[in-house]
């Protein structure tokens, strides 16, 4: 057998563990995954089956109670505060379920706020221009419409040229069209610039883009299924 | 780092009345504190350089008429700097057709090096020639050249204005009787008009070595022709005074400032807390995307730095502009020739540290905890809201909530109670200063001196006979010393009938009768000689060494003096030497001598208290500053904190009118702690001036009258409804639709 490359995202026995007074709440189980570099990954699962956790384990705003989390061959889970800082920094772009721009700030400036942390990041107005946004560039949060903020989530994410891209229920507040065409600025993405993208959700129906699709069910992760043949998002229907 | 800046100017102005709120409470601060306590400098300066340059006295004896040829033995002592010899006179001289009362003090043909003459225009007199204070000058408009008709007793004479001067003698001229009016008059000339060749009746000493030495064998000169009263430079009248309020002044400059900058810094911990929990997701995204712990944490304390930059810089301007502007009043009041008024880089710097420090402090406290939040955690929002479970439903709705909401943030209700009772504290002090000062002349001129005139003469009878004189009556005043174990204390001896035109009171406002026999102490006085009731006490007095026996010991207001029986006086050889008179008229009780007149003496008085007037106006509109900013500051935060909330409200189908008035009623609750924990503070202010104050020559009487009360309580009140307005304007303007969008979280 052929060595195999190294993942960009690698989860291995990792815990975590609620303290809440007397009862402990177990987010995630023993979880082990993988994450390929390029790949379009979904992770599809009931509500309160952990994948929030799992997602803000992986781009290093949270730390699991047991287990390692390497990305490529860097075990983030030993990192110290600077050390996760410096690798959302570097390497993570994140867009929220909630859109999670800073209301005072228009699209442009949100996204910018995000381009001034790397050495080397896109033009902001053709990042915008990438999400079908360059009209909008001046226009506040509340002056747009919630799949508009998402798109401008999604820029901002982008700008700093990450390796991976994490996707908390990016549709999750969108109408059927509206998160279709989110999806598709990421699918785009994904072919055009290799960019990684770990989208969590309890959708099924979006699972059909991915190329892997990874199952949760209460903190464990419950089958992982390749799909050799993803669809575009245009063909989605839900 | 660019757009995080940008952020912090969007930010500030969305929320730039909060901001330039607690801006304000800083700028008061710093600018109060700046301001007073350069003015205490100043004020202190003033004098210092006045005395020094005038070469004060350090020590001086008012004696019995003696032979001026004394002074010379006085230079020979061993540690004698300088010495002068006085005599003193009073008289009137015509001004405007109206005769005015002065006082003449002779001076040496060459200015003195001790107790000097300050020329302030003109030169110093040669014969028939005086100079005149400064003051008295400006106020009856004597201009240089001018002649004065002097009447002294039933002689008159003609004297040159040469000039106008100060004197260090005569700074503060609290004695009421001897007013304003001072005629510097050359020593041959007063010889004259007193028929005192060749005498002197005071004597003040500057030293270079020990005064008490020097002072004694001075005495020892002075023994045979008879000591009237000794006393050093501390407690020389006008000094004694100007010192003691400029202590008082001291501890105002310290003391109001830093509860201003207390309240200052709560409230910018108490806003900056508001604005970052409001701002938990985007502290959540600015982490998750990347940015550090020190990032955050600089781009909110940009908030406290800027408070505290533009509150302390616009602070220390205003403060020496109020400094300069405040010295220059305060030394109008008094007999000096100019102020100084500087910059002190001591004060700036301290004005610096704290206007700049208490924000920052205070705002770390809130930025720093909430850095230290993980941002997995505060991207659920950390909303832990605590309530304090009561039972209300008795209550409406709209009550409901507005309890509700006082007790959701027990921190924030603690600050704003505690504001509301600082506005109490200081609208109420000043509106108790004036009731007190108010008080002071209705003591004085409507129960201490119930009569319209103070004649210097023993005619009873006569004066009785004049056509318009209801009541006339004879007392005795004059000096005495007293004498125990060692400790000699100077005082004021009252001889009175028992009549009911000079009444004598407590500090508690209860009437005394003039004792059947024996002596009422002023309360300080016993306790400087140590003597208690029924003890008999050895004075020296001008009929020779007497014992009295301590009839009753009380405080007293204003002036306190010791009282005795008239008939007792008389029998131990005193001479009644005034008669007060109730109706009459001024100018036929002149014929039986120097008559002073209560109704010019009040007017004089209430002239020297309108600039303290001033001052506590000025405070009373601080306060009611103070008051406005916290509780806009409170109300606003509220219903920006809750805008959700309320547009949920509206959005349910309330009236802008029902969720006002919950926020009303809410208010109410928070002013009506303020306002009964503000009292009790006013109450202790009161107390700490009265033990400030505390003064042997003069003790003011603290009080609140009812009616102050409810005046505070109405400013209070109305402050608060005012500083409401903007705060109900934005909720009746409140675009729903645009609130629940702003979601970010
Ligand atoms: N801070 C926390 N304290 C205690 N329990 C928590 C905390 N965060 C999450 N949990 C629990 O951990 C479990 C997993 O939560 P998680 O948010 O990862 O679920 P999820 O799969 O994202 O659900 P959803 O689809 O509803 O967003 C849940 O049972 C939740 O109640
Ligand atoms: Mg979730």
New binding site residues.
């Given amino acids: 057998m052929v060595e195999k490359e190294v993942a960009m995202l690698r989860f291995e026995g990792v815990w975590k563990v609620?303290r809440?007074g007397r009862v402990d709440?177990v987010?995630l189980r023993d979880v082990s995954l993988e994450v390929g570099e390029g790949e379009f990954v979904v992770v599809l699962?009931?509500?309160?089956?952990?994948?929030?956790?799992?997602l803000n384990i992986a781009g290093g705003i949270d730390r699991p109670t047991r287990g390692r989390v390497f990305f490529k061959d860097l075990e983030i889970s030993s990192f110290d505060e600077k050390g996760l800082t410096d690798f959302r920094r570097n390497h993570v772009g994140f867009v929220f379920?909630f859109f999670n721009l800073v209301p005072t700030l228009t699209a442009k400036e949100n996204v910018q706020l995000a381009a001034e942390l790397v050495d080397d990041p896109m033009d902001v107005d053709e990042v915008l221009e990438m999400v079908g946004l360059k009209h909008r560039a001046n226009h506040f949060p509340f002056e747009m419409s919630g799949g508009e903020q998402q798109r401008v989530a999604i820029a901002r994410a982008l700008v700093k040229r990450p390796d991976i891209i994490l996707g908390?229920?990016p549709t999750g507040n969108l109408d059927f069209e509206t998160g279709k065409k989110v999806l598709k600025v990421m699918k785009e993405i994904n072919e055009k610039m290799g960019t990684t993208f770990l989208i969590?959700t309890?959708n099924t129906a979006i699972s059909r883009i991915a190329d892997k699709i990874i199952h949760?069910r209460d903190?464990r992760v419950f089958g992982v299924e390749i799909n050799s043949n993803p669809i575009d998002p245009e063909e989605l229907s839900w | 780092m660019r757009t995080l800046v940008l952020k912090n100017f969007r930010d500030l102005r969305a929320q730039k009345w909060q901001f330039l709120a607690v801006t304000f409470l800083v700028f008061l601060g710093v600018s109060l504190f700046t301001g007073l306590y350069s003015s205490y400098l100043n004020i202190k300066a003033t004098y210092e350089k006045f005395y020094s340059e005038t070469n004060f006295e350090d020590f001086g004896l008012f004696v019995n008429p003696a032979p001026k040829r004394l002074l010379e033995k006085i230079r020979r002592i061993h540690g004698v700097e300088a010495v002068v010899g006085r005599i003193t006179a009073y008289g009137t001289v015509e001004v405007g057709g109206k005769e005015i009362m002065v006082k003449l003090v002779s001076i040496p043909r060459e200015n003195s090096k001790v107790n000097s003459i300050y020329i302030v225009e003109g030169v110093y007199p040669k014969g028939n020639e005086a100079l005149i204070l400064k003051k008295f000058s400006d106020r009856y408009g004597i201009s240089i050249g001018e002649k004065l008709n002097l009447r002294v007793g039933n002689r008159t004479y003609t004297l040159r204005v040469s000039g106008t001067a100060c004197s260090p003698e005569y700074v503060l001229i609290w004695d009421m009787s001897k007013r304003s009016g001072v005629l510097f008059v050359p020593y041959n000339v007063m010889e004259k008009i007193t028929g005192l060749k060749g005498k002197v009746t005071e004597v003040h000493v500057k030293v270079y070595s020990d005064v008490d030495e020097v002072m004694s064998k001075v005495e020892n000169i002075f023994k045979p022709y008879g000591i009237k009263k000794a006393y050093k430079k501390k407690d020389q009248p006008g000094y004694k005074l100007l010192r003691m309020d400029l202590k008082g002044f001291e501890h105002t400059a310290l003391m109001f400032p830093s509860m201003l900058i207390i309240i200052a810094a709560l409230a910018t911990y108490v806003m900056l807390s508001r604005v970052v929990m409001g701002q938990m997701n985007v502290i959540a995204v600015l982490r998750a995307i990347g940015y550090s712990k020190t990032d955050v944490i600089l781009h909110y304390l940009t908030y406290p730095v800027l408070i505290g930059v533009v509150g302390t810089v616009a602070g220390i301007f205003a403060g020496y502009w109020i400094s300069s502007a405040m010295t220059s009043s305060y030394v109008d009041v008094l007999n000096l020739p100019y102020y100084v008024s500087k910059i002190y880089p001591n004060v700036t710097l301290v004005s610096v540290s704290i206007g700049m420090l208490a924000p920052i402090i205070a705002g770390s406290f809130t930025v720093k905890s909430v850095a230290e939040v993980e941002p997995a955690?505060a991207m659920?929002g950390i909303a832990v809201e605590r309530t304090i479970g009561v039972k209300f439903e008795r209550f409406s709705i709209m009550t409901r909530m507005a309890i509700k909401n006082v007790l959701r943030n027990p921190k924030r209700t603690v600050y704003t109670v505690l504001g509301l009772a600082m506005g109490v504290v200081l609208v109420g002090t000043s509106l108790a200063l004036i009731d007190s000062v108010n008080e002071m002349m209705h003591v004085q001129f409507d129960k201490i001196n119930g009569y319209d005139f103070k004649v210097e003469c023993s005619n009873v009878k006569g004066i009785r006979a004049l056509n318009d004189v209801k009541e006339a009556y004879p007392i005795v005043e004059t000096w005495i010393v007293f004498e125990r174990n060692g400790i000699t204390e100077e005082s004021t001896l009252i001889g009175l009938p028992v009549q009911d035109l000079y009444n004598i009171y407590d500090l508690k406002g209860r009437r005394h009768f003039p004792p059947p026999k024996g002596i009422i102490l002023p309360e300080y006085l016993a306790k400087k000689l140590g003597v208690s009731k029924g003890e008999v006490i050895k004075a020296f007095t001008k009929v020779g060494v007497v014992r009295f026996e301590v009839y009753d010991i009380f405080p007293q207001p204003l002036f306190p003096a010791c009282y005795a029986n008239i008939d007792q006086l008389e029998r131990m050889g005193f001479k009644p030497n005034y008669v007060i008179v109730k109706g009459g008229n001024e100018n036929e009780l002149k014929r039986f001598g120097r008559v002073t007149s209560i109704k010019d003496v009040r007017k004089d008085v209430e002239e020297m208290m309108s600039m303290m007037n001033e001052f506590f106006a000025f405070s009373v509109l601080f306060g009611v500053t103070l008051a406005s900013a916290m509780i806009f500051n409170t109300v606003t935060i509220n219903i920006m904190e809750r805008r959700r909330e309320i547009a949920t409200l509206r959005m349910l189908g309330y009236t802008v009118r029902e969720i006002g008035e919950s926020i009303l009623i809410e208010t109410f609750i928070l002013g009506f702690f303020g306002i009964l924990l503000g009292f009790p503070m006013v109450l202790g202010v009161l107390k700490f001036f009265e033990t400030t104050y505390e003064g042997e020559i003069f003790k003011m009487p603290f009080v609140i009258y009812p009616q102050t009360y409810a005046l505070t309580t109405a400013i209070i009140i109305a402050t608060v409804l005012l500083s409401l307005l903007p705060g109900m304007r934005y909720i009746s303007r409140m675009k729903i639709e645009k609130v629940t969008k702003e979601v970010t979280g």
């Fill in positions: 609620y809440m709440v987010a699962g009931p509500s309160g089956s952990g994948k929030t956790t799992m379920q908390d229920e969590v309890h949760f903190g | 955690v659920k």
